[in-house]
């Protein structure tokens, strides 16, 4: 049984990552921490209360509140254009009798990594701000943790919020980079390989052919949220019909690494500039920098990865 903690700020590919976490066999998600991005943290909590609920996993997910805000600086609030007023598509799912924790994202990280030393995979979707908190309170818990997935940054893709830069590291660089700094099995899921990975229209008629008969809520949310994202990637990236996989594929990757070709690299994120703030610098000389070693996904077997994520409902 894999242990995976996930780390999100639940907006519409957050969700089908959540879900596909929930529903994969041999996996056991052993909390979900939020935090801001797509919504605020309360929201993304509210969220992935109804999600859980939606799911019926069969054990309990503890659900914590973190940040609402970056290290340094202010949250620039939601983008409801991308993901909905409530961060799901507008989508209105079931209200969850479970209530999150009164415990921060950050503790609820650590008791969980000292719950499971050395077994225990952190999946972080959005910004890294719980998880540089959780070190900077907690930072004995660095050789415990077993590794860290996540969805953010590019090495060679264009960025989405500047011309080199990922949404999530960018919102809040100083988190990323005290992340990388710690000495963590850390390996990165960026834009070079989620653009890569897309979700059809054709996929979601797929899943709502083959789900299993109590996963059809689920695939019945999926196909509702996807109008939003769908409508946001039209506008904004030309896509007719389809879009990328952020956020799943990081759990996908979590849990099946053959999926994705690795190279590594010491790196760093910039904390400075106005085009390069939160850019993932990734030193390939001979004589590089003094930084800790990055995974980072360079190549995706897309058609594998879209198949895995869609037969976890089917």
């Given at each position: 049984?894999?242990?995976?903690?996930?780390?999100?700020?639940?907006?519409?590919?957050?969700?089908?990552?959540?879900?596909?976490?929930?529903?994969?066999?041999?996996?056991?998600?052993?909390?979900v921490t939020t935090g801001c991005g797509n919504t605020s943290a309360a929201q993304a909590a509210e969220n992935t209360l109804r999600l859980i609920h939606l799911a019926q996993p069969p054990y309990n997910v503890p659900v914590a509140i973190g940040a609402n805000a970056p290290l340094v600086g202010q949250w620039d609030g939601p983008v409801p254009h991308i993901h909905g007023n409530n961060g799901?598509?507008?989508?209105?799912?079931?209200?969850?009798?479970?209530?999150?924790?009164?415990e921060p994202a950050c503790d609820l990280i650590i008791r969980m990594v000292r719950k499971h030393p050395h077994q225990l995979t952190l999946v972080t979707l959005g910004r890294m701000t719980n998880l540089a908190l959780a070190l900077e309170k907690a930072p004995d818990i660095v050789p415990l943790v077993k590794?860290?997935?996540?969805?953010?940054?590019?090495?060679?893709?264009?960025?989405?919020?500047s011309?080199?830069?990922?949404?999530?590291?960018?919102?809040?660089?100083?988190?990323?980079?005290?992340?990388f700094r710690a000495g963590l099995d850390l390996t990165m899921v960026g834009l070079d390989v989620t653009m890569q990975v897309r979700l059809t229209a054709h996929h979601l008629d797929m899943?709502?052919?083959?789900?299993?008969?109590?996963?059809?809520?689920?695939?019945?949310?999926?196909?509702?949220?996807m109008k939003v994202y769908y409508q946001f990637n039209r506008l904004q990236n030309n896509c007719l019909d389809h879009c990328p996989v952020h956020d799943p594929l990081a759990v996908l990757a979590a849990v099946d690494p053959s999926l994705v070709t690795i190279r590594?690299?010491?790196?760093?994120?910039?904390?400075?500039?106005?085009f390069c703030r939160g850019m993932v610098v990734a030193d390939?000389?001979?004589?590089?920098?003094?930084?800790?070693?990055?995974?980072?996904?360079?190549?995706?077997?897309?058609?594998?990865a879209v198949e895995k994520l869609i037969t976890a409902f089917t």
């Open positions: 049984m894999q242990n995976i903690l996930i780390d999100a700020d639940t907006g519409i590919d957050d969700s089908i990552a959540i879900l596909f976490a929930l529903k994969q066999p041999g996996v056991r998600v052993v909390g799901i598509g507008d989508v209105e799912l079931p209200v969850s009798p479970q209530k999150p924790l009164a590794n860290v997935v996540f969805m953010g940054g590019t090495l060679h893709h264009p960025g989405n919020v011309p080199v830069c990922e949404a999530n590291l960018a919102g809040d660089p100083e988190a990323a980079d005290l992340v899943l709502e052919k083959y789900a299993r008969e109590e996963n059809r809520p689920i695939a019945a949310y999926i196909r509702q949220a590594r690299a010491p790196a760093r994120v910039e904390c400075g500039g106005t390939f000389r001979e004589h590089p920098i003094d930084a800790p070693y990055l995974s980072i996904c360079t190549e995706v077997d897309a058609r594998k």
